[in-house]
Each structure stands twice: as structure tokens, then as C-alpha cells.
């Protein structure tokens, strides 16, 4: 049972345009949520969190919004760029623990 | 962040032999490190918590006698996959803790093709 989804497997976008990534969480107990980008053949890199206390969190071209309600937090980029292409991928912890649950991923492809 | 390496990158095998794939911590201690698998077009599915000092606490499905896990130290962690066959063919990534619980810093990863 997945208990953080990412339903787009993939998502192309033009340069310069917005690019929206979603995930869906069932897991109530968890409380801190990640998005992590990876390119093949590498480990995944950390881009921006959030903690469930929060409704946004911004970083440069990078937001990511989390609505606790719906259990759905979705990653923004803005203005994309091509060297935005990878697989982005939504993970969630619970209090206190280290451990990271992952979605599936979405590959993002920005078309110059 | 801290910078974790893993060695080697990929590995070829014959099914039937051990391969085993280390991770350092470069530049942090760490007490709890990772092991994560990844099939193609999959999540990364913890496999294992690697405590240093300590015996690995394995997921729900992963055979510990298959996927043996040592932590002798702060800085290495290795994962050995024994009697490897091609069903064990993956990308296995190593992670290592942060200072908070939040934080995990990810190794480049290690492709394993058995034949």
C-alpha cells in the first residue's frame, strides 16, 4: 500500500513556464515532507521541505505548498529550466523518526 | 549537506556470487545510515536502518541473511548481497542521518546487474 503517491509519472514543460508536481499522502502521522530531485544513475538531492506546522515554503524558483486537509502538497518551479530535467521525487517522515517514505517519482522534461 | 560516497558505482556479477557495496560518509559521523533499493520507474524502497555498532533493523521483506549489513564504524557502512541472481538486479542507494531526523544525505548510488 503506497502510502505517498505521485499519480504523474511524467510532465513536460515548456522553459520559462510553470512547472506543478503533486503528491498525495495517506499516512496522517507524517509531519514533514521532502522533495528530492535525481538524475539517472545518481542518488537523490535534497531540494526543499516542509513541515506540517506550515502551509508554504519558498526557496528561489522552488515553493512548495502542502495542504494538510486534502493530504496533498504539490512543488512549484518557476521560471523552469532546462537543467530542471530529472526525476523529482516526494518523500514524508512521521515525528521523530528518520525514516523516509518515498512516491514513485515524476520525471520532468522542460523543453527550451 | 554531508557528502556520502559509494563504491562501486556499478558491479557486473554471475549469479550465485557476493557483492558487496560500500558507503562512506565523507565528512560526517554517522550513527544511522541507509540502504535503499530502487527498480526501474519505482520509489526508493527502504531496505534496511543501519545502526552503528549495532545490528541492521530490516524492513518487512527483506531477508537479512540474504542482505547482510555491517556498521563498524561512523564513516562506512556496507551492504553485502549474497548468492546474488538477476532478480537482485538494482540500483541500491546508501543515505546517511543528519543532524536532525528530517535531514538524510544520499550516496550516487551502486547498479548491481546479475547474470
Known amino acids: 500500500d503506497q502510502q505517498v503517491k505521485q499519480n504523474s509519472p511524467s510532465l513536460s514543460v515548456q522553459e520559462g513556464r510553470i512547472s506543478i508536481l503533486n503528491c498525495d499522502y495517506t499516512?496522517?502521522?507524517?509531519?514533514?515532507f521532502l522533495w528530492y530531485k535525481k538524475y539517472p544513475a545518481e542518488g537523490p538531492t535534497f531540494l526543499i521541505s516542509i513541515s506540517s506546522i506550515k502551509d508554504k515554503n519558498e526557496d528561489g524558483r522552488f515553493t512548495v505548498f502542502l495542504n494538510k486537509s486534502a493530504k496533498h502538497l504539490s512543488l512549484h518551479i518557476v521560471p523552469s529550466q532546462p537543467g530542471d530535467s530529472a526525476v523529482y521525487f516526494c518523500?514524508?517522515?512521521?515525528?521523530?523518526?528518520?525514516?523516509?517514505?518515498f512516491g514513485k517519482g515524476t520525471k520532468l522534461s522542460v523543453i527550451p | 549537506g554531508a557528502v556520502v560516497s559509494q563504491h562501486p558505482s556499478w558491479v557486473i556479477c554471475k549469479s550465485g556470487t557476493s557483492v558487496k557495496i560500500e558507503c562512506r560518509s565523507l565528512d560526517f559521523q554517522a550513527t544511522t545510515m541507509f540502504w535503499y533499493r530502487q527498480f526501474p520507474k519505482q520509489s526508493l524502497m527502504l531496505m534496511a536502518t543501519?545502526?552503528?555498532?549495532?545490528?541492521?533493523?530490516?524492513e518487512q521483506g527483506v531477508e537479512k541473511d540474504k542482505f547482510l549489513i555491517n556498521h563498524a564504524s561512523l564513516t562506512l557502512s556496507t551492504l553485502t548481497v549474497t548468492s546474488a541472481h538477476p532478480e537482485d538486479s538494482s540500483f541500491y542507494i546508501c543515505?546517511?542521518?543528519?543532524?536532525?531526523?528530517?535531514?538524510?544525505?544520499f550516496g550516487p548510488g551502486t547498479r548491481l546487474t546479475v547474470l
Open positions: 543515505s546517511q542521518s543528519g543532524d536532525s531526523y528530517n535531514e538524510q544525505f
Open positions: 518523500a514524508a517522515n512521521g515525528a521523530g523518526s528518520y525514516q523516509l517514505t
Open positions: 543501519s545502526n552503528e555498532g549495532s545490528k541492521a533493523t530490516y
Open positions: 499516512n496522517s502521522m507524517f509531519d514533514y
